[in-house]
Structure formats: structure tokens, C-alpha cells
């Protein structure tokens, strides 16, 4: 009973996160980045549990700026979605790395995996669209045009991606690592 009832709560609490997903698409505001991060999370959250990956989130600074609330969303689910795919191939211990930086009028968001890295050679075509490496039936390769067209057409800001071979708890993991830098007001 109490699994019942905890899981409803988490699917009640879904929908809205859903709804609110799906209101208001095309007004610019000033927003907080942490805030968007934060509905982005939790509408990612029960596919990331799913699949056993493990984001660890270090959100020390926000900024406050002047975007699409759903749109910068959706660009992010969609790197997420990404990561998880890749995870998903043959990496162990899936991770996902947030993390926020400040400085003096930009946020820059850092979002990186543990599984491999994207290989040369392919790494400056994955944000043309229509590019995918996967199967038909998977991915149409244009996630991340759409990401990149939201970051650098929709916002004044950028989008880059790195591969990036790091540690944590000791380990060493290699994983691409997206970056986006916000201008904020
Ligand atoms: N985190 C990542 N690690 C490894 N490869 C990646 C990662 N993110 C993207 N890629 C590569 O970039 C390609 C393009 O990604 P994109 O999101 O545009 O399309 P897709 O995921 O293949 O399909 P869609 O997003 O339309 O379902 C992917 O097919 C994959 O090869
Ligand atoms: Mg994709």
C-alpha cells in the first residue's frame, strides 16, 4: 500500500510537471536557471531511475535570464536523453554530472556522462541536423539541432561539446561533457 500510494503521488506529481510543461511555450521571461533545471530534473527524474543512472548535481550559482522557459527545458532534456542512450550501451556505473558556474555576466551549465566519449570524427557533426548514430527506429538525429537551435537562435547563448576524461570517488571516467554558456541580466 504505501508503494502504491508513493508512486501515485510521484505520477500525479508528474502530470502537473507535464502541464505546466505545456503552458505558456512562447513568452519570454526572466528566468532562473536553477529553476529550470530543477523542473527539468524532475521530468527526466523517473526515466533516469529506470535506466539506474545516478545524477550528481552541483548547482552552487544561478542566474537569472531572459528565455523560453520550455524551450531551454526541452534543449536539455535533450542532452540528458542523450547521455542516457549512450549510458545505456555497455558503461556499468552510469553517471550524469550537472554542475552551474558564475562569472561576471555569464552561467555556464556543464552537463557530462561517464560513457566514452563522442568518437572523432563525428563529434562536429552531432549538432547538424538529421545526424544520429543510432537506429532508425531510435533516433532521427535531431535532438541536438534542436538544442542547438534553441541555445543560439531562440537565446543569446552557446553551445559547445568537449570530451573530457575525469575523476570521481577515485575512479577515472572519459564522457562527453556539454557545455552552455548564458548570458545573464
Ligand atoms: N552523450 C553522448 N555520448 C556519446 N554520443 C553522443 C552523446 N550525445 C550525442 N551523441 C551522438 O550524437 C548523435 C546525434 O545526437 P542527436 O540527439 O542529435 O540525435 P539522436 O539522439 O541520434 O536522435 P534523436 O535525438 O532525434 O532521437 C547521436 O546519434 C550520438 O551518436
Ligand atoms: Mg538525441
Redesign the pocket.
Known sequence: MESIIKQSKYLSKTIDDFRNFIKNTNNKEKVSVLSILDKTLSIVNSSIVNNNITIVTCFEDDGIIDGYENQLIQAII?IIN??K??LNENTKDKYIFMETKKDKDTLSLSIR?N?G??PDG?IEK?FEPY????HQSI???????ITHQIITKHHDAVVSVHNETYKYNNEEFTG?NFEIIFRTI
Do not use: Q, Y
Not at 533516433?139 to 539541432?145: D, E, Y
Open positions: 535533450n542523450n547521455a542512450d549512450a556522462d560513457a566519449g563522442i563525428i552531432i545526424f544520429t548514430t543510432k533516433g532521427t538525429g535531431i535532438g541536438l539541432s562527453a
